[in-house]
Structures are given as structure tokens and as C-alpha cells.
């Protein structure tokens, strides 16, 4: 044994023997962070403050990237939180570069070491003693979302920004074997797990299944890549863009249907219907926020079978259906998905590396990326539906 190796392993234990030693933070952290603050509806400014001594369980993280989700452009535009000022963006990654002395493992049980690439979950601040194998029906509106939170005076609260201070409480998973475009995707993929366990719930969902998904954003489009994960080859895609049909086609779907093309929802059922083969699907997925495409989506789906609604993620407005036909005739069974679970979130990492195995391009769904000084511009694209997702992207 060298005198290396004894040096080496003295100092292992004594790090072990002493509880109170802070892992050493990486070299080259700054005194500062910029974030992106949102001020005021449609006005963001790059704004600097100082980077806190951490907790003891506490997180630094240099954010490599994140993702910029419809909930930030809602925001954006309209605040329907009421949280301005904040900093936004909650589908981040980035590098651990600093650990508070309590924090060893993720949420999962896995080491957390300085270096490692991690991604945010949940923040249980009201209920600490949740464990990821004790959230069945609870999402992630039981919890804070980095990203979503009121501004204070550590001020690196979201994704957009150069440093993020994940605190104690929160849920937090080592996501190093992935790369950062598949981490940026992980939150929005959870949505699309948590939705299509909802909808196996029903016990309708199966491999032979007819299924529809209406709308091609990108919920749409990786509900189709989970599903084709799953084996569902008979999947029909419906939207109004052929460019993001076309992107159906390679995250799985089997068929597309452009809305645009029929003139009222008989001409779109009976189009959707060809699709399927000449009949009404089994299954349906609503990913639109459209109040419109709900009421249509009932005109695709056979007697006895399915829906899972998970487009509204915040008030679209009223959808008119007529119950009788659309819903009791037919008796249906209808699911509402909201978010994720925690158990969800841990089962994405899986979807992901299983859909790069059989060749799905996760990867061609990040379109547009931008710096984090040009996030307006960002928010703009996204807005207008130029790409499929948008990213902010640190260099």
C-alpha cells in the first residue's frame, strides 16, 4: 500500500468521524448570480445579487439549462398566480457545486457527491415526512415548485438564473447518466407518466388499444413517445400543423389527422374514425388547452371507452358537452390528470432511457434555445408556437 493510499484513507475517515465537516464547495463559485426576474407582466430583467452562505441542508447548483413550459408563459403574460416578482423556470438541471454538511443522497437514496447533475421536484416545506413511496394520490399541488416561487431574500428561487439554492426539504434526484437536453425534458415527460398511469387506471389502456391524441405541443408529442415506450403502435395524432404532425410521426404515432382539413366535428370524427381503422378509438388523450377540442374529443372515442383529460392545466374556460350522449350512452370512463406524483417523477428517468433505446429523437423536441439574456425572446417564440420546446441554455 503506498503512502498515497494511507493518506487517501485517513482522510475518508476522519471526513466520516467528523458530522459537523461541510463538503468543500467546487472552486471558482462566484460572490453573485444573475436570475432572470420577472418585474412585471411580459418584462423580465437580468438582475444580480448575492450567492448565500448555504444550510446545512442545502444545495448549490450552477443551472446548465432549463426548459421553458406553457405555466411560464401563462405567467408571463398574465400572472394568474399572482406571483410576480419572481424568477421562473422550473424544468432545470445543472451541477452540483456546493453541499450543505446534512445532505449525502437524493430522494431516492442515491449519493450526492459535488459534480453530479441534479434536477428539482418538489419542495415539501408544509409536510417534510413525505417519502417518495408514500405519494399515491398526492401531486405536486400538495407542494412548491422552484420556479414558482415568491420572490425572498435568497432570491434564487428558479431555474432561470446561473445558480440555484435548493433547500432543505426539498426533493431532488441525481440525474448524471443523462444528458442535459434529456434532463431539461424530464418535468414535462413526468406530466406525460403521471397521465398515462392515470389512464391505465381505468383498465382500458392496452397494448392493441386505438388510441388518439389530440394536440401536438409538446405534451402531445411525448404522450405519444410514452405510449409507443409502452407498445402501443395504434396511435392516431390530431392537431392543426403539419409540421407538428410530422413530429408525431417520429416520436411514434401510426396515423395524423389535420383538424384543418375538415370542415365541423362530424367531417373531423369521421376522419379520426378512418384512422382508426374504420371506427372510433378506445382510448383518447385531450392535451390541448383548447375548451373546444374537450368538447370535440368525446365524437372520437367508441362505446365503453376512455379519456384522460390533462390539457387544462390552468382555467381554459367552459366546455360545452352534452352528458347524455357524449358521456352516459357511451359510458365512458374519463380520467383528469394534474402534474405528476413524486413516484412519477422517478419513473421518467426510466421512460427516458427507454425511449432512446428504440430509437425515439426525445432530443429533436428542443427546437429553439436561447441565452439567459435573451430570455424574452425566448417567452416570444414559445408564445408564438414557432418550435416545439423552447430552452434557456447556459453556456
Known amino acids: 500500500m503506498s503512502d498515497i493510499n494511507v493518506e487517501e484513507i485517513v482522510r475518508r475517515v476522519l471526513e466520516n468521524l467528523n458530522g459537523d465537516t461541510q463538503v468543500k464547495p467546487s472552486k471558482g463559485i462566484p460572490k453573485t448570480a444573475r436570475v432572470a426576474m420577472l418585474t412585471d407582466k411580459e418584462r423580465f430583467e437580468i438582475k444580480e445579487f448575492p450567492i448565500p452562505a448555504l444550510g446545512d441542508g442545502d444545495i448549490l447548483v450552477k443551472v446548465e439549462g432549463c426548459g421553458v413550459c406553457g405555466t411560464d408563459a401563462h405567467e408571463y403574460k398574465r400572472d394568474p398566480f399572482n406571483l410576480i416578482p419572481l424568477v421562473l423556470g422550473h424544468e432545470g438541471s445543472g451541477e452540483i457545486v456546493a453541499l450543505g454538511k446534512n445532505v449525502k443522497t437524493d430522494s431516492a437514496g442515491k449519493s450526492l457527491k459535488i459534480g453530479d447533475k441534479v434536477v428539482t421536484c418538489m419542495i415539501f416545506k408544509d409536510n417534510p415526512d413525505i417519502l417518495m413511496y408514500d405519494l399515491n394520490r398526492q401531486n405536486v399541488g400538495g407542494a412548491d415548485v422552484y420556479g414558482l416561487l415568491p420572490d425572498d431574500g435568497i432570491h434564487l428561487n428558479g431555474w432561470f438564473a446561473d445558480y440555484l439554492v435548493?433547500?432543505?426539504?426539498?426533493?431532488?434526484?441525481?440525474?448524471?447518466?443523462?444528458?442535459?437536453?434529456?434532463?431539461?425534458?424530464i418535468e414535462p415527460c413526468a406530466v406525460l407518466i403521471h397521465a398515462v398511469e392515470r389512464a391505465k387506471s381505468t383498465g382500458i389502456l392496452r397494448f392493441n388499444s386505438r388510441v388518439v391524441v389530440q394536440g401536438c405541443g409538446p405534451i402531445g408529442l411525448i404522450c405519444i413517445a410514452v405510449l409507443r415506450t409502452m407498445g402501443v403502435e395504434n396511435i392516431v395524432a390530431v392537431d392543426g400543423e403539419e409540421s407538428r404532425l410530422a413530429f408525431a410521426k417520429r416520436m411514434g404515432a401510426d396515423k395524423t389527422v389535420n383538424f384543418k382539413e375538415h370542415k365541423g366535428i362530424d367531417a373531423l370524427a369521421a376522419a379520426v374514425h378512418s384512422a382508426c381503422g374504420g371506427k372510433p378509438c378506445d382510448f383518447a388523450f385531450q392535451c390541448t388547452g383548447a375548451a373546444v377540442a374537450h368538447s370535440n374529443v368525446y365524437k372520437f372515442?367508441?362505446?365503453?371507452?376512455?379519456?384522460?383529460?390533462?390539457?387544462?392545466?390552468?382555467?381554459?374556460?367552459?366546455?360545452?358537452?352534452?352528458?347524455?350522449?357524449?358521456?352516459?350512452?357511451?359510458?365512458?370512463?374519463?380520467?383528469?390528470?394534474?402534474?405528476?406524483?413524486?413516484?412519477?417523477?422517478?419513473?421518467?428517468?426510466?421512460?427516458?432511457?427507454?425511449?432512446?433505446?428504440?430509437?425515439?429523437?426525445?432530443?429533436?423536441?428542443?427546437?429553439?434555445?436561447?441565452?439567459?439574456?435573451?430570455?424574452?425572446?425566448?417567452?416570444?417564440?414559445?408564445?408564438?408556437?414557432?418550435?416545439?420546446?423552447?430552452?434557456?441554455?447556459?453556456?
Open 166 to 185: 435548493i433547500r432543505k426539504g426539498s426533493s431532488v434526484f441525481n440525474v448524471s447518466d443523462l444528458d442535459l437536453i434529456s434532463r431539461l425534458l
Open 301 to 395: 372515442i367508441r362505446a365503453g371507452g376512455g379519456l384522460c383529460e390533462l390539457g387544462f392545466f390552468v382555467n381554459g374556460g367552459e366546455a360545452s358537452i352534452n352528458p347524455h350522449f357524449d358521456i352516459c350512452a357511451k359510458e365512458l370512463t374519463v380520467v383528469g390528470s394534474w402534474v405528476y406524483t413524486l413516484r412519477d417523477y422517478a419513473t421518467t428517468f426510466d421512460f427516458i432511457r427507454r425511449a432512446k433505446a428504440i430509437g425515439l429523437p426525445l432530443e429533436t423536441l428542443v427546437t429553439h434555445t436561447f441565452p439567459l439574456e435573451k430570455i424574452d425572446e425566448a417567452l416570444k417564440v414559445n408564445l408564438s408556437m414557432q418550435g416545439i420546446k423552447i430552452a434557456v441554455i447556459n453556456k
